[in-house]
């Protein structure tokens, strides 16, 4: 390693771009954990600001590289009485806006599509095709089958999703979403499944899921290795890494 030189902030989600590198340049630290604005790098060494930029409003908080273009994430995602935007940026061009909502506060950008969502319930905002951002037909979540059933009615208990988050990896998504699934002695019970998606339109539980839990990275809108992506944080309780270059089979790293 040798030395490269001195930043006045944190950088974030470096991002591989047709222009060569960007980042989200966090000039305050977790003292405004939103993010920052977009700087950039063509050797990875010296960083900075376009001298006029335009394109994101407000903070970027979430930055993907994909297909030789950039994608951002900007706003607060804690307030949700004004929307969050993604941004799309090709190079040699300027920011473009594709599309905002009050919902959105997470993405999962893949080679072929793009999903915008909101972590609570799981809300799938949009499905945008990843080099033409046209929109692309979706489905909701599947449901699962009770397991318990309302101490209220005796009925089975409806399933409702919590909350969940996704990843895109190199084929497809996987997103880990927690379930209530019933209530004991008045507390809700929640159980997390495993979903799967080959275009991020229609999801399906997934049909083998690892043996142990799985952990999958939290703000991650890329894949994370070109065709092996690592899911899992080693040092995680009762997790393990895992390797995955389709997001079906598993193998233990």
Known sequence: WQYGSSLRGELAHVAAWSDGLAAIMDLDGDETPTGGEVWYSTDGVDWAPEPDP?????????????NGDLFALAGDPDDSETPQTLWHRRAGE?????????AIDHMAVGPDRLIVYGEASFDIVGVLEAATLEPAEFDDLPGIDAVSTDPATGE?????????????????????????????DGEA????RLMYSADGSTWIEHPNPPDRTLVLPYWAATPVFDGLNLLSLPNQVDSAPWITDDGLSFIAA
Do not use: C, K, N
């Open 54 to 66: 335009f394109g994101p409003d407000g903070d970027v908080y979430m930055l993907a590289g994909q």
């Open 94 to 102: 300027r920011w473009e806006e594709a599309i905002a909502s009050e």
């Open 156 to 184: 089975p208990f409806e399933p409702v999703v919590l909350d969940g988050h996704a990843i895109a990896l190199d084929e497809g998504f996987l997103a880990d979403v927690t379930w209530i699934t019933g209530v004991d």
């Open 189 to 192: 019970v929640r159980e997390r």
